[in-house]
């Protein structure tokens, strides 16, 4: 059973930038897809970008150009490097873990808040 610990939340002003990470505990094997969704309060659930074993990304339009996602496969750890913050990208950030013929696997989330 991998488990998926998010790190790296915070308060940041507009305009500034964050960098959250997930670390995995235990060995990833195989072709997967790891990522990041979010959630503000009373909103669903959306995703926010995700990275292949094969180095594929993708991302959602509210993001492009100002996040970037990442995978240190050696730290079984992924990263999303946030820019340009805005308050409307405040949210509870999840990270997860697609594996074939596997449930997906969520973190606990971190909480990232974009104020002045």
């Known amino acids: 059973q991998v488990q998926l610990v998010e790190s790296g939340g915070g308060l940041v002003q507009p305009g500034g930038s964050l960098r959250i990470s997930c670390a995995a505990s235990?060995?990833?094997?195989?072709?997967?897809?790891r990522g990041w969704y979010r959630q503000a309060p009373g909103k669903q659930r959306d995703m926010v970008a995700s990275?292949?074993?094969?180095?594929?990304?993708n991302y959602a339009d509210s993001v492009k150009g100002r996040f970037t996602i990442s995978r240190d496969t050696a730290k079984n750890t992924v990263y999303l490097q946030m820019n340009s913050l805005k308050p409307e990208d405040t949210a509870v950030y999840y990270c997860?873990?697609?594996?074939?013929?596997?449930?997906?696997?969520w973190g606990q989330g971190t909480q990232v808040t974009v104020s002045s």
């Open positions: 235990g060995s990833i094997f195989g072709i997967n897809t």
């Open positions: 990275i292949t074993s094969g180095g594929s990304t």
């Open positions: 997860y873990l697609d594996r074939p013929r596997m449930v997906r696997s």
